[in-house]
Protein backbone atom coordinates (compact mmCIF):
# COMPACT_ATOMS: atom_id res chain seq x y z
CA UNK A 1 0.00 0.00 0.00
CA UNK A 2 1.20 3.50 -0.82
CA UNK A 3 0.79 6.63 1.70
CA UNK A 4 -1.70 8.96 -0.18
CA UNK A 5 -1.91 11.25 3.27
CA UNK A 6 -0.27 11.04 6.39
CA UNK A 7 -2.76 8.45 7.65
CA UNK A 8 -4.62 6.70 4.42
CA UNK A 9 -2.84 4.24 2.77
CA UNK A 10 -4.18 3.08 -0.54
CA UNK A 11 -4.05 0.06 -2.73
CA UNK A 12 -4.79 0.46 -6.65
CA UNK A 13 -2.79 -2.18 -8.33
CA UNK A 14 -4.44 -5.73 -7.29
CA UNK A 15 -7.16 -7.71 -8.92
CA UNK A 16 -10.74 -6.25 -7.98
CA UNK A 17 -11.60 -3.20 -5.99
CA UNK A 18 -9.46 -0.38 -4.49
CA UNK A 19 -8.76 -0.33 -0.97
CA UNK A 20 -7.74 1.76 2.07
CA UNK A 21 -6.64 1.45 5.25
CA UNK A 22 -6.55 4.65 7.41
CA UNK A 23 -4.67 5.12 10.70
CA UNK A 24 -6.48 6.26 13.74
CA UNK A 25 -5.03 7.06 17.40
CA UNK A 26 -7.32 4.18 18.70
CA UNK A 27 -6.14 1.61 15.60
CA UNK A 28 -7.19 1.01 12.46
CA UNK A 29 -9.69 0.92 9.73
CA UNK A 30 -10.02 -1.04 6.18
CA UNK A 31 -12.17 0.46 3.45
CA UNK A 32 -12.93 -2.37 1.25
CA UNK A 33 -10.35 -5.39 0.50
CA UNK A 34 -8.44 -7.47 -1.80
CA UNK A 35 -10.32 -10.07 -3.86
CA UNK A 36 -7.67 -12.25 -3.81
CA UNK A 37 -7.49 -14.10 -0.59
CA UNK A 38 -3.65 -14.29 -1.21
CA UNK A 39 -3.43 -10.81 -1.52
CA UNK A 40 -5.77 -10.51 1.78
CA UNK A 41 -3.34 -12.57 3.97
CA UNK A 42 -0.25 -9.99 2.41
CA UNK A 43 -2.74 -6.91 3.63
CA UNK A 44 -3.77 -8.68 7.08
CA UNK A 45 0.08 -9.11 8.39
CA UNK A 46 0.94 -5.43 7.32
CA UNK A 47 -2.12 -4.40 9.64
CA UNK A 48 -0.63 -6.39 12.23
CA UNK A 49 2.46 -4.85 11.97
CA UNK A 50 0.57 -1.48 11.95
CA UNK A 51 -1.80 -2.37 15.19
CA UNK A 52 -5.27 -3.58 16.34
CA UNK A 53 -8.37 -3.40 13.14
CA UNK A 54 -10.99 -1.29 14.58
CA UNK A 55 -13.93 -1.79 11.47
CA UNK A 56 -14.49 -2.87 8.10
CA UNK A 57 -16.07 -0.44 5.82
CA UNK A 58 -17.88 -2.30 2.54
CA UNK A 59 -18.59 0.19 0.09
CA UNK A 60 -20.97 -1.83 -2.09
CA UNK A 61 -22.70 -5.49 -2.47
CA UNK A 62 -20.11 -6.69 -5.32
CA UNK A 63 -18.12 -9.38 -4.35
CA UNK A 64 -14.20 -8.13 -4.86
CA UNK A 65 -15.19 -5.19 -2.36
CA UNK A 66 -15.97 -7.76 0.73
CA UNK A 67 -14.45 -11.23 -0.31
CA UNK A 68 -11.55 -10.21 2.12
CA UNK A 69 -14.01 -9.43 5.37
CA UNK A 70 -13.98 -13.41 6.28
CA UNK A 71 -10.33 -13.15 6.76
CA UNK A 72 -10.51 -10.55 9.74
CA UNK A 73 -12.41 -12.79 11.77
CA UNK A 74 -14.40 -10.92 14.72
CA UNK A 75 -13.61 -7.28 13.10
CA UNK A 76 -16.92 -5.66 12.91
CA UNK A 77 -18.01 -5.07 9.33
CA UNK A 78 -20.39 -1.92 8.30
CA UNK A 79 -22.02 -1.10 5.47
CA UNK A 80 -25.18 -0.17 3.48
CA UNK A 81 -27.74 -2.89 4.39
CA UNK A 82 -28.05 -3.59 0.67
CA UNK A 83 -24.76 -5.02 0.83
CA UNK A 84 -25.37 -7.03 4.36
CA UNK A 85 -28.52 -8.25 1.80
CA UNK A 86 -26.63 -9.39 -0.99
CA UNK A 87 -23.67 -11.19 1.47
CA UNK A 88 -26.58 -13.22 3.20
CA UNK A 89 -28.25 -14.48 -0.79
CA UNK A 90 -24.92 -15.17 -2.44
CA UNK A 91 -24.59 -18.25 -3.30
CA UNK A 92 -21.07 -18.86 -1.69
CA UNK A 93 -20.65 -22.03 -3.18
CA UNK A 94 -20.30 -20.56 -6.76
CA UNK A 95 -18.45 -17.40 -5.36
CA UNK A 96 -15.67 -19.75 -4.13
CA UNK A 97 -15.79 -21.17 -7.12
CA UNK A 98 -15.22 -18.56 -9.09
CA UNK A 99 -12.57 -16.88 -6.65
CA UNK A 100 -10.32 -20.33 -6.81
CA UNK A 101 -9.63 -19.71 -10.05
CA UNK A 102 -7.97 -16.27 -9.74
CA UNK A 103 -4.41 -18.06 -9.19
CA UNK A 104 -2.91 -21.80 -7.91
CA UNK A 105 -2.55 -20.62 -4.58
CA UNK A 106 -6.11 -18.92 -4.11
CA UNK A 107 -8.30 -22.79 -3.45
CA UNK A 108 -6.36 -23.89 -0.59
CA UNK A 109 -7.13 -20.46 0.97
CA UNK A 110 -11.20 -20.80 0.23
CA UNK A 111 -11.51 -24.01 1.76
CA UNK A 112 -14.33 -23.84 4.20
CA UNK A 113 -14.63 -19.99 3.26
CA UNK A 114 -17.21 -18.18 5.41
CA UNK A 115 -18.18 -14.35 4.62
CA UNK A 116 -18.11 -11.78 7.36
CA UNK A 117 -21.09 -9.78 6.89
CA UNK A 118 -21.75 -6.13 7.87
CA UNK A 119 -23.02 -6.48 11.50
CA UNK A 120 -24.17 -3.19 11.49
CA UNK A 121 -25.82 -1.54 8.83
CA UNK A 122 -27.25 1.89 7.44
CA UNK A 123 -29.65 3.09 4.95
CA UNK A 124 -28.82 7.02 4.34
CA UNK A 125 -26.26 8.35 6.22
CA UNK A 126 -24.15 6.92 8.75
CA UNK A 127 -20.96 8.71 10.78
CA UNK A 128 -18.11 6.48 12.54
CA UNK A 129 -15.24 8.47 15.00
CA UNK A 130 -12.38 6.36 15.76
CA UNK A 131 -9.91 7.82 17.95
CA UNK A 132 -9.38 11.36 16.35
CA UNK A 133 -10.64 10.26 13.20
CA UNK A 134 -14.38 10.76 11.55
CA UNK A 135 -16.01 8.88 8.51
CA UNK A 136 -19.40 9.43 6.93
CA UNK A 137 -20.58 6.87 4.99
CA UNK A 138 -23.37 8.29 2.21
CA UNK A 139 -25.20 6.15 0.58
CA UNK A 140 -25.20 6.70 -3.67
CA UNK A 141 -26.64 4.72 -5.52
CA UNK A 142 -26.06 4.58 -9.21
CA UNK A 143 -23.16 1.56 -10.18
CA UNK A 144 -25.42 -0.27 -7.99
CA UNK A 145 -28.34 0.53 -5.21
CA UNK A 146 -26.35 -0.02 -2.14
CA UNK A 147 -23.81 1.95 -3.18
CA UNK A 148 -21.75 4.23 -0.92
CA UNK A 149 -19.29 7.03 -0.33
CA UNK A 150 -16.99 6.80 2.39
CA UNK A 151 -15.46 10.50 3.35
CA UNK A 152 -12.42 10.39 5.75
CA UNK A 153 -12.95 13.82 6.62
CA UNK A 154 -9.42 14.56 8.70
CA UNK A 155 -7.40 13.99 5.65
CA UNK A 156 -9.90 15.23 3.01
CA UNK A 157 -9.85 11.82 1.05
CA UNK A 158 -13.47 10.17 -0.15
CA UNK A 159 -13.44 6.63 -1.28
CA UNK A 160 -15.78 7.02 -3.97
CA UNK A 161 -16.36 3.15 -4.53
CA UNK A 162 -17.69 2.35 -8.03
CA UNK A 163 -18.99 5.60 -8.90
CA UNK A 164 -15.72 6.21 -10.10
CA UNK A 165 -13.70 4.04 -12.80
CA UNK A 166 -10.65 6.06 -13.44
CA UNK A 167 -9.12 5.40 -16.69
CA UNK A 168 -9.87 2.03 -16.58
CA UNK A 169 -13.23 0.09 -18.13
CA UNK A 170 -17.22 1.18 -16.68
CA UNK A 171 -18.81 -1.48 -15.59
CA UNK A 172 -22.74 -1.14 -15.68
CA UNK A 173 -24.25 -4.42 -15.22
CA UNK A 174 -26.30 -3.36 -12.61
CA UNK A 175 -26.02 0.20 -13.15
CA UNK A 176 -29.31 2.97 -12.74
CA UNK A 177 -27.11 5.57 -14.72
CA UNK A 178 -30.03 8.53 -13.78
CA UNK A 179 -29.23 7.85 -10.43
CA UNK A 180 -25.41 7.29 -11.01
CA UNK A 181 -25.10 10.51 -12.64
CA UNK A 182 -27.24 12.17 -9.76
CA UNK A 183 -24.27 10.48 -7.27
CA UNK A 184 -21.35 12.30 -8.97
CA UNK A 185 -23.00 15.69 -8.45
CA UNK A 186 -23.13 14.83 -5.03
CA UNK A 187 -19.57 13.92 -4.98
CA UNK A 188 -18.81 17.15 -6.81
CA UNK A 189 -20.40 18.68 -3.89
CA UNK A 190 -18.47 16.99 -1.21
CA UNK A 191 -15.88 19.56 0.62
CA UNK A 192 -13.32 16.92 -0.95
CA UNK A 193 -10.90 17.16 -3.54
CA UNK A 194 -8.91 13.50 -3.44
CA UNK A 195 -10.92 10.94 -4.87
CA UNK A 196 -10.17 6.88 -4.04
CA UNK A 197 -12.09 5.65 -7.08
CA UNK A 198 -13.59 1.97 -7.08
CA UNK A 199 -11.19 0.82 -9.34
CA UNK A 200 -8.29 2.74 -11.15
CA UNK A 201 -5.53 4.97 -10.03
CA UNK A 202 -6.29 8.15 -7.42
CA UNK A 203 -8.28 11.38 -9.43
CA UNK A 204 -10.04 14.30 -8.27
CA UNK A 205 -13.24 15.98 -8.66
CA UNK A 206 -12.08 16.78 -12.40
CA UNK A 207 -12.21 13.19 -14.06
CA UNK A 208 -16.10 13.25 -12.63
CA UNK A 209 -17.02 15.24 -16.06
CA UNK A 210 -15.46 12.46 -17.76
CA UNK A 211 -16.89 9.64 -15.98
CA UNK A 212 -20.32 11.41 -16.26
CA UNK A 213 -19.79 11.59 -20.30
CA UNK A 214 -18.43 8.28 -20.57
CA UNK A 215 -22.12 6.59 -19.01
CA UNK A 216 -24.22 9.18 -21.28
CA UNK A 217 -22.31 7.68 -24.06
CA UNK A 218 -22.81 4.28 -23.18
CA UNK A 219 -26.51 4.67 -22.59
CA UNK A 220 -27.11 6.81 -25.72
CA UNK A 221 -24.85 3.69 -27.87
CA UNK A 222 -27.85 1.37 -26.59
CA UNK A 223 -30.62 3.86 -26.91
CA UNK A 224 -29.83 4.16 -30.95
CA UNK A 225 -29.67 0.16 -31.24
CA UNK A 226 -32.97 0.12 -29.65
CA UNK A 227 -34.42 2.74 -31.40
CA UNK A 228 -33.17 1.45 -34.65
CA UNK A 229 -36.05 -2.03 -33.60
CA UNK A 230 -32.74 -4.11 -31.86
CA UNK A 231 -34.48 -6.96 -29.36
CA UNK A 232 -32.38 -6.89 -26.10
CA UNK A 233 -31.05 -10.29 -27.52
CA UNK A 234 -29.85 -8.52 -30.29
CA UNK A 235 -28.40 -6.11 -28.74
CA UNK A 236 -26.24 -8.01 -26.56
CA UNK A 237 -25.45 -10.23 -29.55
CA UNK A 238 -24.49 -7.86 -31.56
CA UNK A 239 -23.27 -4.41 -30.12
CA UNK A 240 -19.35 -4.64 -29.62
CA UNK A 241 -17.92 -0.49 -30.21
CA UNK A 242 -17.83 0.46 -26.39
CA UNK A 243 -14.92 -1.47 -24.72
CA UNK A 244 -12.10 -0.24 -26.39
CA UNK A 245 -12.01 3.45 -24.68
CA UNK A 246 -10.61 2.16 -21.40
CA UNK A 247 -8.13 -0.90 -20.38
CA UNK A 248 -9.69 -3.26 -18.06
CA UNK A 249 -8.75 -3.02 -14.78
CA UNK A 250 -5.66 -5.03 -13.44
CA UNK A 251 -5.66 -8.87 -13.87
CA UNK A 252 -9.29 -8.29 -15.99
CA UNK A 253 -7.55 -9.26 -19.46
CA UNK A 254 -9.81 -10.82 -21.94
CA UNK A 255 -13.21 -10.01 -20.26
CA UNK A 256 -14.27 -6.85 -21.92
CA UNK A 257 -16.46 -8.97 -24.40
CA UNK A 258 -18.13 -10.29 -21.50
CA UNK A 259 -18.38 -6.72 -19.38
CA UNK A 260 -19.67 -5.48 -23.09
CA UNK A 261 -22.97 -8.28 -22.86
CA UNK A 262 -23.72 -7.55 -18.75
CA UNK A 263 -23.47 -3.22 -19.84
CA UNK A 264 -25.86 -3.78 -22.90
CA UNK A 265 -28.55 -6.47 -21.24
CA UNK A 266 -28.74 -4.08 -18.36
CA UNK A 267 -28.63 -1.00 -20.15
CA UNK A 268 -31.12 -2.11 -23.22
CA UNK A 269 -33.96 -3.12 -19.71
CA UNK A 270 -33.02 0.50 -18.50
CA UNK A 271 -33.62 2.18 -22.28
CA UNK A 272 -36.87 0.03 -22.61
CA UNK A 273 -37.90 0.15 -18.39
CA UNK A 274 -38.27 -3.34 -18.24
CA UNK A 275 -36.40 -5.64 -16.10
CA UNK A 276 -34.63 -4.46 -12.78
CA UNK A 277 -35.57 -0.96 -14.14
CA UNK A 278 -39.80 -1.40 -15.18
CA UNK A 279 -41.43 0.94 -13.43
CA UNK A 280 -42.81 -0.43 -9.49
Known amino acids: MRALTENVLVETDQ?????GLVLTSDGLVLIDGPHKPSDTL???ADI???????YIL???PHGDHWTSNAYFPGVPVIAHEGVRERIQTTNMAEMVARVATFGPDEPALLVGYQPNAPVITFRD?????VGDHTFRMIAMPGHTSAQAAVVVENDGVVFTSDNVFCKVHTWLQEADPGLWLQAL??????PVETLVPGHGPVC?????????AFIEEWVDYVRGAVQRGMTRDDAVASLTAMTDRYPMDVEQDGMAPHVMKLNVANLHDYVTRTGRHAPG
Do not use: V
Open 185 to 190: DSLRAL
Open 204 to 212: DKRYLDEQG
Open 42 to 44: RLK
Open 58 to 60: NTE
Open 15 to 19: RGSNH
Open 125 to 129: TMTLH
Open 48 to 54: ERRGPLR
